[in-house]
Structures are given as structure tokens and as C-alpha cells.
């Protein structure tokens, strides 16, 4: 059974183009994120929800709008799509109540490429 | 703002053999946590190890084990007996202690390679 699953895992579109991910998780965890991973390997956080509240949100372009439509699910999409958006984009999810037991899982992630 | 860094951008070791990681962060805060993700060329990120910055004791998973200073911020990771499934790159990461829903601040990664 997959913890955190992501759609697409593969992502290929052109400039300017309007793409969504999709992330699930089943682990009954309040809280998801957004990373982002760029070409040097270097992992950011992007957002996070806590059961559909915005909670998080780092300095992102306004073309990145993450949607919550209930805490299982936290989907990324992005408008205008500009070359320097290519990177694997990752879910994650834990209970958010901080902790020791807070921990994140991640999903497998999603490589976006733009042309 | 806490940065973590990672000064070793590769690592190589023989396989069966022990390597250590580097780790530094910076931080104002006395509670957080640390750990060591995992990402093998499946892209997965795994969670290796985590340890508490209020328990002294360093804290080990089978084969993993930490040397943590709090003192001089340094947060290493010993491997030992490598096996060739360990290769990967491997990534140090802070957490806030403070309650609620606290992000990962990410080092830059250590891509470590088991030679056969």
C-alpha cells in the first residue's frame, strides 16, 4: 500500500503551458507539503496545508497554487509554466502536531521538465 | 533563520568498510530535531535516522548510528559495514521543535558510491 502517492511522475509541457500534480496520502495525517528539488539537488519547501489551512508558504511565485480539497489530498498547480520551474516536486505528509513523532514521508516525487 | 550544511559533496568508500558524513546547522533554538533522509537514484526519499536535540544520547538504527554535538551544532552520520544498497545520496535536515506543522530545512547533499 503506497503512504504518499503523486501523479504524474513524469512531466513533460511546454512554456507558458498550466499543469497540476496530484498528491494523496493514506496515512490519516493532518498536515502535506510541497518540496521542491532543483537540478543541483537542492530541496525547498514550497508550502504546507494543515487540514485544508494554508500554514505554510514560502517565498513562491504567485503561478504556484496549491489546493487542499480535504487533508487526504493536496494537489500543486502551476500557471504559465517557465523553464526554470523543471525539478522534481515532492509531496510529503505527517500529523503536524511537531514532536517526535512528526515525522514526514515523502512521495516518489514528480519530474517536471519544461521545453 | 536555520541553514544546514553539508560540506562533503561526494564520498566514496569500500564496500564493508565505515564511512562517516558531515552535518553543520545554525540555529538560535534550543528544541529541534535532526535527521538523515535517504534518496537512492529511485528518487525516493527515505528516513534514515532521527534524533532529538534535548537527549544526549546519540541515536542508532541497525547499521546507522549519529555523532551528535550540540555544542558545536554538528550532526555527523557513521555507516558502517557499507553495503552496495547504501549508495545514494544523503541529506541532513532540521526541524523546529516548536508545536504545530514545521518544515525540513534541507543541507545541500552528500552523494555517497560503495565501490565493489
Known amino acids: 500500500d503506497t503512504a504518499v502517492s503523486q501523479t504524474p511522475k513524469y512531466l513533460v509541457t511546454q512554456m507558458g503551458n498550466d499543469k497540476s500534480i496530484k498528491c494523496e496520502q493514506n496515512l490519516g495525517h493532518d498536515t502535506m507539503y510541497w518540496y521542491k528539488q532543483d537540478s543541483k539537488k537542492f530541496l525547498k519547501i514550497m508550502f504546507s496545508y494543515n487540514n485544508k489551512e494554508l500554514i505554510i508558504n514560502e517565498t513562491v511565485p504567485n503561478r504556484f497554487s496549491p489546493k487542499s480539497p480535504d487533508k487526504a489530498h493536496l494537489n500543486l498547480h502551476i500557471n504559465s509554466l517557465e523553464l526554470g520551474d523543471s525539478a522534481v516536486y515532492f509531496c510529503?505528509?505527517?500529523?503536524?502536531?511537531?514532536?517526535?513523532?512528526?515525522?514526514?514521508?515523502f512521495g516518489p516525487g514528480t519530474r517536471l521538465t519544461v521545453l | 533563520a536555520q541553514t544546514v550544511t553539508q560540506s562533503q559533496p561526494e564520498m566514496s568508500v569500500q564496500e564493508a568498510e565505515t564511512v562517516t558524513l558531515s552535518c553543520t546547522y545554525d540555529?538560535?533554538?534550543?528544541?529541534?530535531?535532526l535527521f538523515w533522509y535517504k534518496q537512492p537514484p529511485s528518487r525516493q526519499m527515505i528516513l534514515v535516522i532521527r534524533?532529538?536535540?534535548?537527549?544526549?544520547q546519540n541515536a542508532t538504527e541497525n547499521r546507522f548510528s549519529v555523532n551528535f554535538q550540540k555544542a558545536a551544532k554538528s550532526f555527523s552520520l557513521k555507516i558502517s559495514d557499507s553495503q552496495l544498497g547504501d549508495a545514494a545520496m544523503y541529506f541532513c535536515?532540521?526541524?523546529?521543535?516548536?508545536?504545530?506543522?514545521?518544515?525540513?530545512?534541507f543541507g545541500q547533499g552528500t552523494r555517497l558510491t560503495i565501490n565493489p
Open positions: 510529503a505528509s505527517s500529523q503536524g502536531r511537531g514532536g517526535w513523532t512528526d515525522t514526514q514521508y
Open positions: 540555529t538560535s533554538e534550543s528544541d529541534y530535531y
Open positions: 534524533q532529538e536535540a534535548y537527549k544526549q
Open positions: 535536515a532540521y526541524r523546529s521543535g516548536r508545536m504545530g506543522a514545521q518544515k525540513l530545512v
